[in-house]
């Protein structure tokens, strides 16, 4: 296993897209959770959810059109 990005968040779970173009991710920052994808040939990130959004354990559909997720409620 290799670290791909080094910061002070914790980035969790992480599910290569169908094309292995991406991956998909959870990170917890200040006790919650929001998704980002990094895409691996420009090693950008990308955040998927707004901050107010709480959700982890995220995986991308079979086409990779689309992303499923849990959702934590307020």
Request: hydrophobic share 40%; charged share 25%; proline share 8%.
């Amino acid at each position: 296993m290799i670290r791909l990005i080094f910061n002070e968040f914790a980035d969790e779970e992480p599910d290569w897209s169908p094309d292995g173009l991406n991956i998909l991710f959870s990170r917890r920052f200040d006790r919650q959770f929001s998704l980002w994808t990094l895409n691996l040939e420009s090693m950008e990130e990308f955040r998927v959810t707004p901050p107010e959004i709480k959700v982890s354990r995220a995986h991308w559909s079979p086409n990779g059109k689309l992303i499923v997720t849990q959702h934590y409620p307020d």
